[in-house]
């Protein structure tokens, strides 16, 4: 049985930083993909930034040059790193796996004041 489970989020004013982490368990974990979504008030949820097994990444364009993805293989953990944040990063932060099916972490909050 796969899980994950996110830490790191919390409040934190304009042009700050936090670094949410994602703890994956299970036996034989290896997924091909594990992301970062997130879902503010109201809004769809959004592909925040990819990590795959080919060490490629991705970021969508509101987040490029401020979050920084990254995974500890050793660890089966990947973080984001994000910094200079904007109240426009207000949400409810997801991590998610794909091996064979969907696996999703129940979501940390970060909320960002100005």
């Known amino acids: 049985q796969v899980q994950l489970v996110e830490s790191g989020g919390g409040l934190v004013q304009a042009g700050g930083s936090l670094r949410l982490s994602c703890a994956a368990s299970g036996s034989f974990f290896s997924p091909n993909i594990m992301d970062w979504y997130r879902q503010a008030p109201g809004k769809q949820r959004e592909l925040v930034a990819r990590?795959?097994?080919?060490?490629?990444?991705n970021y969508a364009d509101s987040v490029k040059g401020r979050f920084t993805i990254s995974r500890d293989n050793g660890k089966n953990t990947v973080y984001l790193q994000m910094n200079s944040l904007k109240p426009e990063d207000t949400a409810v932060y997801y991590c998610?796996?794909?091996?064979?099916?969907?696996?999703w972490g129940k979501g940390t909050l970060v909320t960002v004041s100005s």
């Open positions: 990590f795959t097994r080919g060490r490629s990444t």
């Open positions: 998610h796996a794909l091996w064979g099916t969907d696996y």
